[in-house]
């Protein structure tokens, strides 16, 4: 999830990130990767995810 560049995050994307995750749980997977983010989200919609919290809210899911 980036804040600028070709795709640039916006006010949706951790609905719609949490949707299709959610949405995966019926696909019985054993794995699923998940990158951490490569920017500073600092001041954005996404501060609340930075450093190992998007593993630790993306797990629950």
Request: aromatic fraction near 6%; avoid cysteine; glycine fraction near 8%.
């Amino acid at each position: 999830m980036h804040e600028s560049g070709p795709v640039a995050s916006n006010d949706e994307t951790l609905a719609i990130s949490e949707h299709i995750v959610t949405a995966l749980n019926d696909y019985n997977l054993s794995h699923l990767l998940l990158m951490g983010a490569t920017q500073d989200f600092t001041g954005s919609h996404l501060e609340g995810l930075e450093g190992d919290r998007m593993f630790r809210h993306f797990r629950e899911l």
